[in-house]
């Protein structure tokens, strides 16, 4: 069985909300996490902006799903690499995202969120072997 | 009476909000919707643009995107004034003619 695990990475690259696919590529990311495969995620350019603080939706009456990213990590998702450069142009910090986590085999509580530079994105995306960018 | 021009898409995605800024005359106003809104955040590459376009024409953001997005009018660029669905409306009906920048 391990032999059968591949490494997948998605590639979050739009802003949610005002087209559809941020709300599928998490869609496609929990299927996925039903087939026991090494998943990470990123989030680059705007892309950012799906895992912003403070999403409220009550306004604009559409339905708020970033809750469903602090869920990634109870079934085993625990890499989310953000893009660096992406946050700077965007004028935006850490603090302006999500404080995703998850539970290590001891239950302690880690930071699933990795804040990794253009430079080394491209070296991860090199290791994998499925790329799914949306 | 002027125009009244709608952006709603991201400006670091698409180069519809430049394409609006620079065909936009002196006195018009823009309103950003969707996901445009992310365009009147403080310190973006597009920021300074922005901040130049609030000197001569009247820039407005749609609270309700926004909100959505994670960020309120403390989040965005001095001179932008944020509206309601009321004041798009509003905004809709005091100009002349309203240009959407797809």
Redesign the interface.
């Known amino acids: 069985m391990s032999e059968s695990i591949k490494k997948f990475m998605f590639v979050n690259t739009?802003?949610?909300?005002?087209?559809v696919y941020a709300l599928e590529s998490l869609e496609v990311v929990l299927i996925s996490a039903a087939f026991d495969q090494d998943v990470s995620l990123v989030f680059c350019?705007?892309g950012v902006?799906q895992i912003?603080?403070?999403?409220?939706?009550?306004?604009?009456g559409?339905k708020?799903f970033?809750n469903a990213y602090k869920a990634l990590g109870d079934y085993d998702i625990n890499k989310l690499y953000v893009e660096k450069e992406s946050l700077e142009?965007?004028?935006?910090t850490l603090d302006?995202i999500m404080d995703l986590t998850y539970e290590d085999e001891d239950w302690a509580e880690k930071p699933s969120i990795k804040l990794v530079t253009r430079a080394e994105l491209a070296d991860l995306m090199d290791e994998q072997d499925v790329v799914i960018s949306s | 009476m002027a125009m009244l021009h709608t952006v709603n898409k991201s400006p670091f995605e698409r180069n519809s909000l430049n394409s609006c800024l620079t065909k936009s005359k002196e006195g018009s106003s823009i309103l950003l919707i969707e996901d445009a809104v992310v365009g009147a955040l403080k310190g973006t590459k597009v920021a300074d643009d922005l901040t130049a376009a609030i000197a001569n024409k009247n820039v407005y953001v749609l609270g309700s995107d926004l909100n959505t997005r994670g960020f309120t009018e403390a989040d965005i660029l001095d001179g932008i004034k944020t509206v309601d669905y009321a004041g798009f409306v509003d905004l809709v009906a005091e100009h002349s003619n309203v240009q959407s920048w797809l």
């Open positions: 739009k802003a949610p909300y005002g087209t350019d705007d902006f912003s603080n403070n999403q409220n939706t009550e306004a604009s559409m708020n970033s142009e965007r004028g935006l302006n």
